[in-house]
């Protein structure tokens, strides 16, 4: 019997993070897939919310994105405290993306467009030779 950790996984952020990152570098699904030695037709399903990816699958992708695999996962709070988890090479909008969700004040939908809101002006003010 092969173990569920579909409770475990939050496909849903994984997904989003595989579209973001694909497009910021020009890629198709193809070509992630050549890198990622997942299917493209299942990046497009976890893209699209609709896929469930394997433990193997998951290792691959998080590895491609260069991203805690604690990322995607659905935690367990303790005492209303969620860690936040990130590595310090990954980009400025990802780790304020993390600091927002992790924020009991805010709900699930105010984090998500402040982190957007946060990445598109990032974006626009953070042009190379710019000080």
């Known amino acids: ?15 989003l993070a595989i579209k973001r ?9 193809r070509d992630v897939a050549d890198v990622t030695n997942v299917s493209a037709s299942t990046l497009s399903r976890i893209e699209n919310g609709t896929g469930k990816p394997d433990a193997d699958n998951i290792a691959r992708l998080t590895g491609w994105l260069d991203m805690p695999i604690d990322r995607v996962m659905n935690k367990q709070t303790v005492n209303d405290v969620e860690p936040v988890i990130y590595y310090p090479h990954e980009a400025t909008p990802e780790i304020v993306a993390a600091h927002l969700r ?3 004040k805010l709900t699930p939908e105010t984090a998500k467009a402040l982190s957007e809101l946060f990445r598109v002006a990032y ?3 953070s042009k190379p030779g710019k000080k």
């Open 102 to 104: 992790a924020d009991k």
């Open 123 to 125: 974006k626009q003010f």
């Open 1 to 15: 019997m092969a173990f569920k950790y579909d409770n475990f996984i939050n496909t849903v952020e994984l997904g």
């Open 21 to 29: 990152r694909r497009e910021e570098l020009g890629l198709s699904l």
